[in-house]
């Protein structure tokens, strides 16, 4: 268990005061909108965040999704923004192959992806993530 960490996600919303308490923070800014684009809003100056946030929320209303794309796509901004990890808040097994697919575009681009534990074995090497609470509060635990 001394391979735990914790981090922080919080609404942009937040933002004012999260900031009073830590600037380790990642914020919920990264979505897939109806015709399957990453879209970013609301991206915090100064947020010092290593992470990359991103939900499959909404996801199931898409179309189609190119998932190739997609996943290149995620995967240019995490290196764009220097985002060294990306936690895929997958809740949808639907979603499955786009976390498949982007964990492991990730993990070739030395990015590391941050699962669900419901999505252990999806994607070798990943970390799995435990959440814990209602207010945002990640517990992630990695494994091996």
Known sequence: MNNIKVFLFASPNDS????KT????????YYIDKNGLLRRKNVQPGNMSALMYLSDYGIDKC????????????????????????????????SMELLRNTGQNAIR????????????????????????????????????
């Open 16 to 19: 004012q005061n999260v900031y």
């Open 63 to 94: 179309p189609e999704i190119d998932i190739p794309k997609l996943s290149s796509d995620i995967v240019s901004e995490c290196r764009n923004r220097r985002y060294s990890g990306i936690f895929l808040d997958f809740e949808n097994r639907s």
């Open 109 to 144: 681009n030395g990015i590391i992806p941050f699962i669900p534990v419901s999505f252990a074995g999806c994607v070798p090497n990943a970390k799995l993530v435990i959440l814990e609470g209602d207010h945002f509060r990640v517990f992630i635990a990695e494994y091996g």
């Open 22 to 29: 830590t600037r380790n923070c990642t914020f919920f800014n």
